[in-house]
């Protein structure tokens, strides 16, 4: 009896154990979710995902690279360390773009097998991002011992890593790190995403916006070229609907038949030519607003 009572005290200690690591997983779960609901930017949600992370493990770095839409490349978008000296060698805004083509960087490695890597030195992360130099300085007082590169990849494209710099190895992983690692990758990508795909709607607005604007100005000059143009016609067709008449009537001088009815088809001919112009006039007059409806009564 006593050793099946310690088999079940047992068993409710890790029980209780796996429940505690659980709940805590899903309390940052519920954090991340929480910055990304409220950040619509890429850079602004990432570098929050990037700090609720580092505040939550006290890692001596966190950091997040996306891929550009090609997925030729990796650029640097957050950085966070619990010790803020080393955080000044390591400008994000500094940080060259990383080809993923590189054989040697453990983040071009992860992305290409979609697999975790880890490094045991932080110049097989950073590097060639940053100069030598720096990586050195940054290793020197961020106490790192091995950086783990989780890689962020949907169904079709490679999206980012997520880069955790630990003081101690990766295999000392804790329970809560390995269950939030795995449960944390998917939602990431997919707000990552999110807020790609909104940066591009944000992109594709404006420039449908200027496009707009540019159109109602070419617009406008149609009209006006519309209008000068109608009006520079009416006077000229005036003039020869004018001596038509003249010449018809015989104030001019007798008309042979075969003169006068040269004369009337030039007469139907200049009518036409009148009635497109104002019909050219009333197009420009709606568009500018201000064609006049007069409205009356009729049988």
């Known amino acids: 009896e006593e050793s099946s009572t310690l088999d079940v005290n047992r068993e409710l200690y890790v029980r209780n154990a796996e429940l505690a690591v659980r709940n805590k997983t899903l309390s940052l779960l519920h954090k991340i979710d929480d910055v990304t609901e409220r950040a619509l930017e890429t850079d602004e949600m990432v570098d929050a995902i990037v700090h609720a992370l580092d505040s939550e493990f006290s890692y001596p770095f966190v950091a997040i690279g996306l891929c550009d839409e090609k997925g030729r490349r990796l650029a640097w978008k957050a950085f966070a360390c619990i010790d803020g000296k080393a955080c000044p060698f390591l400008p994000v805004e500094k940080m060259r773009p990383l080809s993923l083509a590189s054989r040697t960087n453990a983040c071009a490695i992860a992305l290409r097998t979609r697999r975790r890597r880890v490094a045991s030195t932080l110049s097989a992360v950073l590097s060639p991002s940053i100069d030598a130099d720096h990586v050195k300085a940054f290793a020197r007082g961020s106490k790192v011992k091995s950086t783990l590169v989780l890689p962020l ?54 420039q449908l916006r200027e496009a707009n604007h540019k159109l109602r100005a070419l617009d406008a000059m149609k009209t006006e070229f519309l209008s000068i143009a109608s009006h520079q016609l009416r006077t000229p067709l005036a003039v020869m609907k004018g001596y038509i008449g003249l010449l018809k009537s015989g104030m001019m001088g007798p008309l042979v038949p075969k003169q006068d009815e040269t004369l009337g088809r030039m007469a139907d001919g200049t009518e036409q030519l009148i009635l497109l112009v104002n019909h050219l006039l009333d197009v420009s007059r709606i568009e500018s607003g201000r064609l006049v409806v007069r409205l009356e009564p009729v049988d």
């Open 153 to 206: 990849v949907s169904e079709t494209r490679p999206v980012g890593v997520l880069v955790i710099g630990m003081d101690r190895s990766s295999k000392d992983l804790t329970a809560y790190e390995r269950d939030t690692f795995s449960s944390l990758l998917g939602p990431i990508t997919i707000a990552i995403q999110k807020a790609e795909t909104y940066a591009r709607l944000q992109r594709t607005t404006k």
